[in-house]
């Protein structure tokens, strides 16, 4: 599926997750973690419950951020959320460790309930300096895992640094964290850009982390969603490209030829694979058909 | 399900229910207060009592002050304070 938008709703506000799917990001974040405070995980756990028996979220990705491992509150967040099918949980602080448990837990809780094994997906939230020096291992902990998730603010409190708006801080990890996700072929999504007021700053940071390998960004407000996708959708300049790309490799096919050239380029299998992705993407979103 | 102690549920916040539940002895007494009591009140009060009905309670007293919450908010929101009052 296509994720370039993953949009964090706080698990306890009733309004919020009744009009999760309007706003029209590829995934929701149905938040017990942060956006929860200490007294209510129960309250919302129940909320939640009731809402994702209620409400028909279409294609949208349902995904339950839970409550870590070093919490009280992390068992029981999995034991009630995996019973109800979401399409994925998120993990955060996410280590080896602790995704070693939660895919153990998910497989007994699929066989209990009668769940396909491994229907339950996981994106890996990796907000620690040890999760950045382990995130090629925390994947493979998991068939189920089909993205990292960078989590900035909390990745700075752990690295002793200020959070500052050109992010100089979170290179080493942006860079690490995607080179792993596309040695093992899963989705890389960015951190969320914090200041929900400053529409350019979050233009200008999302066309920086996509040029730095990242697929899609986490959001913490539904007016983020619009200028995330405008980046992240393929131009189109490059649907374009992409037809004349797979234009010419017929042709060439036609000529016995493997290699290739367009404009002065070479065209070769890596160039092909792009322009699918490109084609691929833009069918999902409807922009061609 | 027995009521054991007072216990509050939800907020005041607009699509939510506040919901304050305690020990009771003359069945279900429900006081509700809405911003759609005209249109919805008679529902609201039977889908209160019916919730309360499914999780076993049988004596206690209510203080319902609603903000236009959905029926999934108000199941939730009893079901916590239910739980958050005795043992299930």
Redesign the interface.
């Known amino acids: 599926m296509l994720r370039r938008s993953m949009l964090f709703m706080p698990g306890n ?3 919020m997750l ?1 009009t999760a799917e309007v706003f029209g990001s590829d995934s929701v974040i149905l938040d017990l973690e942060d956006a929860v405070s200490l007294g209510e995980k ?2 919302a756990r ?2 939640i ?3 994702l ?3 028909n979220y279409g294609t949208t990705e349902v995904v339950i951020r839970i409550n870590p491992f070093s919490t009280p509150y992390a068992l029981e967040d999995i034991d009630v959320m995996a019973r109800l099918k979401p399409n994925a949980i998120l993990l955060p602080k996410a280590t080896p460790e602790d995704m070693k448990q939660l895919d153990e837990m998910l497989t007994k809780i699929e066989k209990e309930e009668g769940f396909e094994e491994g229907v339950i997906r996981i994106h890996a939230l990796v907000e620690t300096t040890y999760g950045v020096e382990t995130v090629y291992e925390t994947i493979q902990m998991s068939n189920r895992v089909d993205s990292v998730c960078l989590g900035g603010e909390d990745l700075s409190v752990d690295l002793g640094v200020a959070r500052t708006k050109d992010s100089e801080e979170l290179f080493y990890a942006r860079t690490k964290i995607v080179n792993a996700c596309k040695a093992l072929k899963i989705d890389a999504i960015d951190t969320p850009f914090t200041d929900t007021n400053d529409e350019a700053g979050l233009l200008a940071d999302t066309i920086h982390a996509k040029k730095l390998g990242f697929t899609g960004k986490l959001s913490i407000n539904p007016r983020q969603i619009n200028t995330i996708h405008k980046v992240y959708s393929p131009t189109a300049a490059e649907i374009s490209w992409a037809n004349r790309v797979m234009y010419a490799k017929d042709e060439a096919e036609k000529e016995g030829l493997g290699v290739f050239s367009l404009d002065g380029k070479m065209i070769d299998a890596p160039v092909i694979s792009r322009a699918m992705n490109t084609l691929n993407a833009a069918r999902v979103i409807g922009l061609i058909k | 399900m027995k009521i054991l102690k007072p216990a509050k549920a939800g907020t005041l916040e607009s699509n939510d229910i506040s919901i304050m539940l305690m020990p009771g002895t003359n069945g279900i007494e429900l006081e509700l207060e809405s911003i759609v009591e005209k249109q919805f009140g008679t529902e609201i009060r039977t889908l209160i009592e019916n919730s309360l009905k499914e999780l076993g309670v049988e004596n206690a007293m209510i203080k319902a002050i609603d903000k236009g919450a959905l029926d999934y908010t108000i199941k939730a929101r009893i079901e916590t304070a239910v739980t958050r009052a005795g043992e299930m």
């Open positions: 506000n009733p309004g009744q129960d309250a129940i909320l419950k009731g809402a028996k209620t409400f």
